[in-house]
């Protein structure tokens, strides 16, 4: 099995910084794919970022410019750096990642549990 476990969620002021961290573990051979997507109380499951194994990036619009999606494929983690919060930010944040377990098994996606960030003052 693979888990994917999220840290650095917290409350931040608007205009502030945080960064989250995905660490992937378990029976991992390769990883291809890593993301990040938010759930907002009352609003659907939204795309924030993703990033293969090649270091190519793609954002949404609503984030494009003030959250930076990296990766440490050594380390099998990924990174969401998020500047410039606003309120509508608020929301349970999580990773995923498109795991191949064995060598010749199928690629299977995985998620973290998630990680709450409040922007507020």
């Known amino acids: 099995q693979v888990q994917l476990v999220e840290t650095g969620g917290g409350l931040v002021q608007p205009g502030g910084s945080l960064s989250l961290s995905c660490a992937a573990s378990?029976?991992?051979?390769?990883?291809?794919?890593m993301g990040w997507y938010r759930r907002a109380p009352g609003k659907q499951r939204e795309f924030l970022a993703t990033?293969?194994?090649?270091?190519?990036?793609k954002y949404a619009d609503s984030v494009k410019g003030r959250f930076t999606i990296s990766r440490d494929n050594a380390k099998n983690t990924v990174y969401l750096q998020m500047n410039s919060l606003k309120p509508e930010d608020t929301a349970v944040y999580y990773c995923?990642?498109?795991?191949?377990?064995?060598?010749?098994?199928?690629?299977?996606?995985?998620w973290g549990q998630g990680t709450q960030v409040t922007v507020s003052s």
């Open positions: 995923n990642a498109d795991v191949q377990q064995y060598r010749y098994s199928l690629w299977t996606m995985f």
């Open positions: 378990g029976s991992i051979f390769s990883i291809g794919a």
């Open positions: 990033i293969t194994n090649g270091g190519s990036t």
